[in-house]
């Protein structure tokens, strides 16, 4: 099974400790598990002539640089062999204190391979040791494992506690017409507990150098008490993605989607996704995504039409250990009925600290303002809402059980609205477990 490339995870030897202070048979098991267990698994497949395997041998006795002239002197004759070659100088230059030599090898692999999880997270984490401390790519999926050959995938399971899960109204009556009614208890804001489910699977052939396709489809179920709507997603996509370097990969595709409420049908259409990602320096990220879905939607009239997203993120490395982010975005939907319709713009800013003993603490804001084209039918009023988020997350990287990685999230939402039915507050956790194998 693969896991992190944990054996140069800050906090692993890498920030705490210096590779030369470490007790020998610690440093031998570290490099072990790097060079089979914790590797990608590219760096996996049979060789044949078990080139790698001899070198990991000499490595886990102790004889480095006799590893580092078997990897040197190999000619790879697969691509899969190439990758293995690459992996294992880096892992033995890294655990020897030698991360100006990893380096190289690590920015090669990214190229190669812009797809595998592992390879961008070892290249951010050898950064981090030189100084050019980069905040890792943000849009790799929590959990993302490495199954074998071109395949990923993800698992998660989470208790989601929360005060008013459905975000009915925090109102008790609602004027219309010159009339005051009461609004009934069950579309009142209401605690809920559930469980959250996710699990996605993904393959990502090479039909290039630098490129790759990658089909994906992914779940994602929020199963409630009955104090809100069970709800059930499911994406499909399939999508080019292509290295223009070490530091840039760009990637389109289209996808599918299909949602229900309840157990019933709700929406469901074709999309368009892009996405771009670069590091303007060694402590820098910018993102720049989009995505447009053109829903139908069952048994409700005046909803279908398109939906369009576009999110810039920029993340910027303090230090190792600080990470700060903001993000913009636009969304636009253009419902068959114009009171439907609306724009919206949100505004986050937030950041990450990673402690010494290895917990990382982050605080995200965001403010989002939405606003509709027309006027209501029913109440007469062109509808205008201000929401304001905040949250907080907890996680450990190397407090593991059985794979398992626990992670925990508050956040606590209020939206106000010009039509009180749609004002509420929410305060929520995702108290989980991820799985990274």
Same mark, same amino acid.
């Given at each position: 099974?693969?896991?992190?490339?944990?054996?140069?995870?800050?906090?692993?030897?890498?920030?705490?400790?210096?590779?030369?202070?470490?007790?020998?048979?610690?440093?031998?098991?570290?490099?072990?598990?790097?060079?089979?267990?914790?590797?990608?698994?590219?760096?996996?497949?049979?060789?044949?002539?078990?080139?790698?395997?001899?070198?990991?041998?000499?490595?886990?006795?102790?004889?480095?640089?006799?590893?580092?002239?078997?990897?040197?002197?190999?000619?790879?004759?697969?691509?899969?062999?190439?990758?293995?070659?690459?992996?294992?100088?880096?892992?033995?230059?890294?655990?020897?204190?030698?991360?100006?030599?990893?380096?190289?090898?690590?920015?090669?692999?990214?190229?190669?391979?812009?797809?595998?999880?592992?390879?961008?997270?070892?290249?951010?984490?050898?950064?981090?040791?030189?100084?050019?401390?980069?905040?890792?790519?943000?849009?790799?999926?929590?959990?993302?494992?490495?199954?074998?050959?071109?395949?990923?995938?993800?698992?998660?399971?989470?208790?989601?506690?929360?005060?008013?899960?459905?975000?009915? =109204?925090?109102? @008790?009556?609602? %004027?219309?017409?010159? $009339? +005051?009614?009461?609004? !009934? #208890? &069950?579309?009142?804001?209401?605690?809920?507990?559930?469980?959250?489910?996710?699990?996605?699977?993904?393959?990502?052939?090479?039909?290039?150098?630098?490129?790759?396709?990658?089909?994906?489809?992914?779940?994602?179920?929020?199963?409630?008490?009955?104090?809100?709507?069970?709800?059930?997603?499911?994406?499909?996509?399939?999508?080019?993605?292509?290295?223009?370097?070490?530091? =840039?990969?760009? @990637?389109?595709? %289209?996808?599918?989607? $299909? +949602?229900?409420?309840? !157990? #019933? &049908?709700?929406?469901?259409?074709?999309?368009?996704?892009?996405?771009?990602?670069?590091?303007?320096?060694?402590?820098?990220?910018?993102?720049?995504?989009?995505?447009?879905?053109?829903?139908?939607?069952?048994?409700?009239?005046?909803?279908?039409?398109?939906?369009?997203?576009?999110?810039?993120?920029?993340?910027?490395?303090?230090?190792?250990?600080?990470?700060?982010?903001?993000?913009?975005?636009?969304?636009?939907?253009?419902?068959?009925?114009?009171?439907?319709?609306?724009?919206?713009?949100?505004?986050?800013?937030?950041?990450?600290?990673?402690?010494?003993?290895?917990?990382?603490?982050?605080?995200?804001?965001?403010?989002?303002?939405?606003?509709?084209?027309?006027?209501?039918?029913?109440?007469?009023?062109?509808?205008?809402?201000?929401?304001?988020?905040?949250?907080?997350?907890?996680?450990?990287?190397?407090?593991?059980?059985?794979?398992?990685?626990?992670?925990?999230?508050?956040?606590?939402?209020?939206?106000?609205?010009?039509?009180?039915?749609?004002?509420?507050?929410?305060?929520?956790?995702?108290?989980?477990?991820?799985?990274?194998?």
């Amino acid at each position: 099974m693969t896991k992190h490339f944990s054996p140069i995870r800050p906090g692993h030897g890498a920030a705490s400790s210096s590779p030369k202070r470490a007790s020998w048979p610690a440093f031998l098991l570290c490099l072990s598990l790097g060079l089979t267990g914790w590797a990608p698994a590219a760096a996996r497949a049979d060789t044949g002539a078990s080139v790698y395997q001899s070198a990991r041998d000499l490595a886990v006795s102790g004889r480095t640089d006799a590893a580092i002239r078997r990897l040197l002197a190999w000619q790879p004759a697969t691509p899969a062999e190439a990758e293995q070659r690459l992996w294992g100088l880096a892992v033995i230059y890294r655990q020897t204190g030698r991360p100006q030599e990893a380096l190289p090898h690590l920015e090669q692999l990214v190229a190669l391979r812009p797809d595998v999880g592992d390879f961008r997270d070892a290249l951010a984490q050898v950064r981090q040791d030189l100084g050019q401390t980069a905040p890792p790519p943000s849009d790799v999926p929590d959990g993302a494992v490495a199954l074998g050959g071109d395949w990923s995938g993800h698992l998660r399971l989470s208790f989601i506690p929360a005060t008013n899960a459905a975000e009915g =109204t925090r109102a @008790e009556t609602i %004027i219309i017409g010159g $009339r +005051r009614f009461v609004i !009934g #208890a &069950g579309s009142r804001q209401r605690r809920a507990y559930g469980v959250a489910i996710g699990a996605g699977l993904a393959f990502s052939p090479a039909i290039g150098e630098r490129t790759r396709l990658r089909f994906g489809l992914s779940v994602d179920a929020d199963i409630y008490d009955g104090n809100a709507y069970d709800d059930i997603r499911l994406r499909g996509e399939t999508v080019l993605v292509h290295s223009l370097s070490a530091r =840039t990969t760009v @990637e389109g595709g %289209i996808t599918y989607s $299909r +949602r229900w409420l309840d !157990g #019933a &049908g709700y929406s469901k259409g074709p999309g368009l996704t892009f996405g771009l990602t670069t590091q303007p320096s060694d402590r820098s990220l910018l993102q720049i995504a989009g995505a447009v879905d053109w829903l139908s939607f069952d048994g409700v009239t005046g909803l279908d039409g398109p939906r369009a997203l576009a999110t810039v993120r920029y993340a910027y490395a303090v230090s190792p250990r600080m990470h700060l982010r903001t993000s913009a975005t636009v969304e636009r939907t253009d419902a068959d009925v114009a009171s439907f319709s609306y724009t919206a713009l949100q505004i986050g800013i937030g950041g990450t600290y990673a402690f010494e003993n290895g917990l990382r603490t982050g605080v995200d804001l965001s403010v989002r303002r939405a606003a509709y084209d027309a006027a209501s039918a029913f109440f007469g009023t062109t509808r205008k809402d201000d929401r304001f988020t905040a949250s907080v997350s907890f996680s450990h990287p190397s407090v593991q059980y059985m794979g398992f990685q626990p992670e925990l999230e508050i956040t606590y939402t209020t939206q106000s609205s010009n039509i009180p039915l749609y004002s509420f507050d929410n305060l929520g956790a995702n108290l989980g477990i991820v799985r990274r194998f």
